[in-house]
């Protein structure tokens, strides 16, 4: 019986001196001490050579017992080291509300915003993006536009020109020698758009654009627009009516009013000013507001590109994209939209 | 263009308020920018007065004590007055206890300084008539005494600053604008009577004047000359006077100002010139000489040119036609015969004129729009009639007119049928037709057409130029109809199955992914400094982007890159104590190539150091970084960056650093990639503190949007893989992807057809100790596969050795051990 004594002493032991151990090291050196092959418990097992062989098989299963007890322990403290190897790797308890390091979050510009929403609230309704060259010639900017040669629009007091030598080797012209200049609005992007296909055609351009003018709170040497054409088949003036009703109730939501007030443009006939009742919106103090102007194409425009006048019928549109998000945000200065201050910027947190 | 009210009224009987007239001016399509009111409002108890006596005031120096007769209204009162402009026998505005004067002063019975006063005399101010004239206000005419102000002062006056678009020179008048009120409100419209004083039958001719010689007919297509002889030049009436102040015009003499009256009553421009200061007594409508010089009305000495269009005497250029005259031959008090010149000058020659010059005027903004010629004879008899009331006079020979009435005829026909095709909501044929003929639109011809359609012929007004087919009738009809009146519908929508532009999505695919990534899109303006892309960019880009007429000098040029406004927009936050790290834009740049200018589509971006202190560090952006972005950007463009050699940035290119940045472009250089460390030496000549990153995509837009080729699944193994890593003993300055290449080049050789080399990447470069000067080391970490079973060690071991084998037999490279 001695040698249960003694399995059972190591027991008690292993078991005392496994109750300080915190680390890996300490745990592997322990087992190794037991049942390494010069542990303890290996010594003992090796003892059984000598026991008579009457009492081996109790002697066996007493030492597959005790050999299992020791196993028991050594996991046991195992699983206890590792929950603690793993408290320390995870350190203490996080703070919820330290700010996080990285930056962001990232923002789209509010007039990219604006262009956005602009598009596909009139894709909804069958309008697809078009786009085109902000370097133009004479013929998309103004010629096939109706504009006479006489008109102020082209006067290099208002508008952008290149000199006569000045090549752009992917801007198309029309004719040979034309002027290049800086596009005044991006109905020149219908212009190529509608010398490209036939209609039906339904296209939404917004874009840069470039007027010879001073800068101040609401004039910039360059701003944007975003335009629309609509050709097809009996389009009239009722449905142009109802596609800046729709658009704009799309925009500033239910309420919002638009009204037409004849006018005059070179490329529609009839031409109207289309003004906006949003008094909803915060800094519109105003009835109405003017936004934006459309009209019928004029058949001089579908002559200019091939298409006849006589078949087909169409409405545009077009307005100022830094003015809208003026009206729907409450912006006072156009100039803030190219300073890009942060404070700005950060404020429009929004997606495309 | 200002308006009158009263003025209107001369043609148009309207009663309706001022607001019921603005809409209407403003539906008509004539923008309404301004209404003023002006002229006395009713006031009671205020009656004329006449001074019978004036003494100081005993007890103050600067006041009187006046009696003032009233008359029938209340006898003699005495009254305290501080105005100094009258005299005993003047009579004027008294204002008595009990008025209410503008600004709610009531007037009381007094005492001024111990003295009583039984009410007010007022000057033009106090009776709420405009600005102060310097006391009180001298009633002309000898008024009766006793009489309500109001009887006497004239009437007050609404001015409406209206914006006359283009198309409608003939609304740049009194006449024009009432006509278009009348075809609104379906009132009868009243022109003004023609009397013609100047009857010719046998009166004299003028020894002054002997005619008009036009040497140049195009740009002079009709010339009238009146001659007016005995008139007596002095003031024009007070009510013409009125006219001309209420709609912003500075009376002169009642010759001058009858030809003003005429301009804003037809829109006719005219011309009077003294008959005795035309030498040679000829008028010769000609071609300026080169240099020839002429001092205008402004007292502005002119040098014209050989293409301004002058009226000349047989000496001297009087008059710049159309646009502005002489001081040398213009109307004075010593003038008794005058030539009354109303002519037509073609638009473009007008407009030429006044732009070269830097010269306009009320007649050169008419004649540039376009005068109406059938109009000229009527408003230049017009103007005889009112010079002859006015100023006196007898019109005598000879009558001049040089050129033809320019012939008219021009008929439109229109059916009610596409009007209503146009319009797209039912308006009744009779109404059409009312709106046409309101609009003095003469229906020569009305036929039936088809089932309910009415075709009418339609005579056009000779002042109606901007009418010419159907469409034109349209916007009439609806002018006139109200666009107010336009019914609301839903939206027809029909897809037309196109696709948004390449570009478009380009743009959004790029900014979106930034944007995800934490970058600020920004906003640059695209025209930029020349001497900015002369030192960062080249000279042969500043002179290609150069514009021909810049408006500023720092706003010279286009673009070349983003990178420059993003740089701005650093600046810009950081000056203004704004933390700014990362900001993105996409937009049009410019870039020159073999000769020719390229539009191209470019994103960008930036990674400025974060000068913020964070609680926990972070790694900071490198190079790498912007190269992952850049990847991801150029791949928005279905482009491959790894697709061509990266360079060192050489040649033209924009501040970068080098040795920290590279370009990488396609061959045609259709597209470019620059990315990296921006150059120090700019950042530090703009101010902008620590260094920046940046990375820029441009494509030229006509790439993009190739229909990438449908991708096919590639079968991967089931098998596991098996790890070896190598590392290789190269130059410092070899590129770690030229060794990769070597390595993966061989391994594919070793492994042969056995099994595959699935990669080999770098995972670690050194340089230091351990190692030969001028060497560093790359390892590189190689994964095989089978397709169809598990690789032995034995195997890989094997193919391991050959590879090693293979790069110390093919390569410089040393196997490090």
Known sequence: MEMQEQLSSLLSKASAELQPIRTRPELESLKARYVGPNGEFTALMKQMGSVAKELRPAMGKLINESKAKLQALLDERLRFVEEAELAAKLGPAIDPTLP???????????????????????????????????????????????????????????????????????????????????????????????????????????????????????????????????????????????????LFEALMGPGTKTRFRPHYFGYTEPSFEVDLSAK?????????????????????????????????????????????????????DIRVFYQNDLRLLRQFTGSI | MKISLNWIWNYVALDEPVEELTR?????????????????????????????????????????????????????????????????????????????????????????????????????????????????????????????????????????????????????????????????????????????????TGAPTSTLFNGVQVDQPSDCPLY?????????????????????????????NNIVDVGNYVMLEYGQPLHAFDAKKIAGGRLVVRHAFEGEKITTLDNKERTLSSKTLVIADSEKPLVVAGVMGGLNSGVDETTTTIVLECAIFKASSVRWTSRSLGLSSDSSYRYERGVDPHTALEAARRAVDLIIETAGGTVVGPLAIVGGDVPWEREITVTSTFVEERLGFPVPAPEMRASLEALELRIARENPVGQAGVEWVVSVPSWRNDLDRPIDLVEEILRIYGTERIPAARVEAIGTSAEDDPLVVFNRRAVSYLVGHDFHECVNLTLRPGAEITTWVSNTAAAELALANPFVEDQSHLRPTLVMGLLDTLLLNQSRGVAAGRLCEAGRIFVEYNGHNYEGASVAFVIAEDPSRHWRRREPSDFYTVKHHLAAVAAAAGVDLEGEPAEPVSGPGFGWQEGHSVGVAAKDNSWIARFGLVNLAMLRARGIEGSVLAGTFTIRPELLGQAAARRRFRDFSLFPSALRDLALVVDSSARAGEVEGSVAEAAAAAAGSQFSVESVKVFDVYQGKGLPEGKKSLAFSLVFRSPSRTLTDDEVNGVLVAIQERIEKTTAYQIRK
């Open chain 2, 24 to 200: 209407a001016i403003t539906f008509l399509g004539f923008e309404v920018e301004h209404v003023s009111v002006t002229g006395a409002p009713a006031l009671e108890k205020v009656v004329v007065g006449q001074v019978l006596t004036r003494d100081k005031h005993p007890n103050a120096d600067k006041l009187s004590v006046c009696t003032v007769d009233i008359g029938p209204a209340g006898g003699v009162k005495t009254i305290v007055c501080g105005a100094q402009n009258y005299k005993v026998g003047d009579r004027v505005p008294v204002a008595l206890p009990g008025a209410v004067l503008p600004g709610d002063f009531t007037i009381k019975q007094s005492k001024i300084r111990g003295q009583l006063s039984d009410g007010m005399m007022c000057s033009a101010k106090e009776l709420g008539m405009g600005a102060d004239q310097g006391g009180l206000l001298i009633l002309e005419g000898q008024p009766q005494l006793g009489t309500p102000i109001n009887e006497v002062l004239p009437p007050g006056d609404t001015v409406f600053d209206v914006e006359i678009t283009p198309n409608r020179p003939d609304c740049l008048s009194h006449l024009g604008l009432a006509r278009e009120l009348s075809a609104w409100f379906r009132r009868g419209l009243c022109y003004p009577p023609e009397k013609f004083l100047g009857d010719l």
């Open chain 1, 100 to 246: 996080s390091p990285d930056p962001g979050p990232g923002t789209f510009h509010p007039l990219t915003l604006v262009r956005e929403e602009v598009c596909r609230v009139l894709r909804k309704v069958g309008f697809v993006v078009a786009d085109g060259p902000e370097v133009e010639t004479e013929f998309y900017c103004f010629d096939a536009l109706n504009t006479p040669p006489e008109h102020p629009a082209r006067d290099p007091q208002d508008t952008f020109y290149f000199p006569p030598a000045a090549r752009f080797g992917n801007v198309s012209r029309h004719t040979p020698g034309e002027r290049y200049l800086l596009r005044t609005h991006t109905s020149s992007v219908q212009v190529r758009t509608m010398l490209k296909g036939q209609p039906p055609i339904r296209i939404v351009s917004p874009g840069r654009v470039y007027r010879r003018d001073t800068s101040d709170a609401s004039h910039s040497a360059n701003f944007h627009q975003v335009e629309c054409l609509y050709v097809d088949k009996n389009v009239t003036v009722r449905d142009l009516k109802a596609l800046l009703d729709y």
């Open chain 2, 224 to 252: 009238t000359a009146h001659v007016v002889a005995g008139v007596k030049v002095g003031p024009s009436p007070a009510w013409m006077q009125e006219r001309l102040r209420a709609v912003g015009l500075r009376p002169i």
């Open chain 1, 280 to 332: 909803h919106l915060p800094k519109v103090n105003k009835e109405w507001i003017e936004i934006g102007g459309c009209g019928i194409v004029d058949p001089e425009v579908f002559k200019s590109v091939g298409y006849d006048p006589e078949v087909w019928s169409g409405y545009a549109f077009g307005m100022g994209i830094e003015r809208l998000a003026m009206t729907l945000y409450g912006i006072d």
